[in-house]
């Protein structure tokens, strides 16, 4: 897995464990997503690239429950499901949400 710049900087905030845990998911879940800083926190992040993304927090900590957010036009909170328990679930998780949201274009409209 090779890291972009952007990617690099961010993961340098956090502990060698929490590196550690974060590109294990990240591994897990495919070159579809990248490390990105929102709101002052390292999280994984996906853009279905039409107004929709993903932002997924709590992947660097082997303990912590995930919680995904879905946005769009990076404003507008469509849906949040939080406390999923594991990487399978979060991968099952993010799948149903990319059936929901891969066609949909600007929503709110």
Same mark, same amino acid.
């Given at each position: 897995?090779?890291?972009?710049?952007?990617?690099?900087? *961010?993961i340098k905030r956090?502990?060698?464990t929490r590196k550690?845990?974060?590109?294990? %998911?990240?591994?897990?879940?495919?070159?579809? =997503?990248?490390?990105?800083?929102?709101? =002052?926190?390292?999280?994984?992040?996906?853009?279905?690239?039409?107004?929709?993304?993903?932002?997924?927090?709590? *992947?660097?900590?082997?303990?912590?429950?995930?919680? %995904? =957010? %879905?946005?769009?036009?990076?404003?507008?909170?469509?849906?949040?499901?939080?406390?999923?328990?594991?990487?399978?679930?979060?991968?099952?998780?993010?799948?149903?949400?990319?059936?929901? =949201?891969?066609? *949909?274009?600007?929503?709110?409209?």
């Amino acid at each position: 897995m090779k890291l972009t710049r952007v990617e690099r900087e *961010a993961i340098k905030r956090l502990t060698l464990t929490r590196k550690k845990n974060l590109l294990e %998911v990240l591994d897990q879940l495919g070159d579809e =997503y990248n490390i990105t800083i929102i709101d =002052y926190n390292v999280c994984l992040y996906r853009d279905l690239k039409n107004g929709i993304d993903f932002e997924i927090e709590g *992947a660097q900590f082997k303990r912590n429950k995930f919680d %995904v =957010y %879905v946005w769009e036009n990076k404003s507008n909170m469509l849906e949040q499901v939080r406390s999923i328990d594991d990487v399978e679930q979060l991968k099952g998780t993010l799948t149903s949400l990319i059936d929901k =949201y891969e066609g *949909a274009r600007n929503i709110s409209d």
